[in-house]
């Protein structure tokens, strides 16, 4: 049970969220006058090959059934998906946006480039 707030886990949606902006900061900058120039940052990254195959499992084929033409309409075939990601994300980085591959995009984009 979550005291703060009175309620489990099990009854939050992924739109909810628990500290309500309180820990987010968009400067670096605000972050340093707050905490300190002798803070130390770090970031935790998922290997990128180990992401890839988990989110290719969960959202190319065990959410097949759930999303129309997902995953580039690949139908299971992973060199086409690969592919097709590859092609998306270089034009979504370029700002030639491809009208349909959000939903992909922001699984699979990587979390450094």
Not at 24 to 52: H, M, S
Request: a positive charge; glycine letters at 4%.
């Amino acid at each position: 049970m979550l005291k703060a707030v009175s309620r489990s886990t099990a009854s939050f949606t992924f739109m909810e969220e628990f500290c309500k902006h309180r820990h987010i900061r968009k400067n670096l900058d605000k972050i340093y006058e707050e905490l300190g120039q002798e803070t130390n940052l770090f970031a935790i990254v998922r290997d990128p090959f180990d992401r890839l195959i988990s989110g290719y499992v969960d959202k190319c084929i065990k959410e097949s059934h759930f999303t129309k033409n997902n995953c580039y309409n690949c139908t299971g075939n992973f060199s086409c998906f690969v592919g097709n990601l590859h092609l998306s994300l270089q034009q979504r980085f370029a700002h030639k946006h491809i009208k349909g591959t959000f939903y992909n995009d922001r699984h699979f984009a990587p979390q450094t480039w």
